[in-house]
């Protein structure tokens, strides 16, 4: 196999696949819209951006199940363990990548959490509950993977944006919101599926929202709003 970002990406998924580890994972971060271009026909809509950094959201990080070793399994695809001491949180890195595994944030805890049956810590973060409840097991170069549906991953980057301290990503995030509210808004059952997911968000984050839409992406205004 040529040593690309993507089929590098492939190895990974497929590694964690026949461990039996990627059916308790959903794939989050912009590594999503490589599969959103798979799964729908290449639009153009949808920008070809990756990064360095590959992340995972935990599905239930507290159920009692047999254990499978992550660790190990990355160890043996080239990835050294970088161990933060004052949060516990453990990240993995190899040149090309570095992944980190996620939690949606609960009410009260820590902002990291261990995962014993997936032997790992987990970042807890705030609107990671979108993902994990909106999320769909699609096909991807064979591979069965959970990720955000496109309407909620879009809701999600709208909330999450403005608090980006890095000012590239911020606009890249920005940049990647306009693309693919082009796409959702020329596919009726998108923009049904948008308004669907964000009519029973807290009024709380439906305000941010269409604050941040009316400021910023007048296709997600026209589609919440029609």
Known sequence: MENSPENNFIEILTQLQDAGALRRLILVGSWCLLVYKHVYDNAPEI????????????????????????????????????????SGLTKYEREDLEIEFLVAKMRNGDSVVKVPHLTLSAQMLAYMDIASKYSQQVSFDGISL?????????????LVQPLRNDEVKKEKD???????SDLIIDRKDLALRTKEIYSVFPQK??????????????????????
């Open 205 to 226: 984050w439906k305000n941010k929202i269409l604050s941040e839409a009316k400021s910023k992406y007048p296709n997600i205004v026209k589609i919440l709003e029609t």
């Open 47 to 86: 920008p070809a951006l990756r990064t360095t950094d590959l992340d995972f959201l935990v599905r239930e990080p507290n159920v009692n199940i047999p254990k499978i070793n992550i660790p190990d399994i990355l160890e043996k695809l080239g990835f050294e363990p970088l161990n933060d001491i004052a």
């Open 174 to 180: 920005a940049a990647t919101i306009r693309s693919l």
């Open 146 to 158: 959970n990720v955000p549906e496109i309407s909620a991953f879009v809701l999600h980057k709208i």
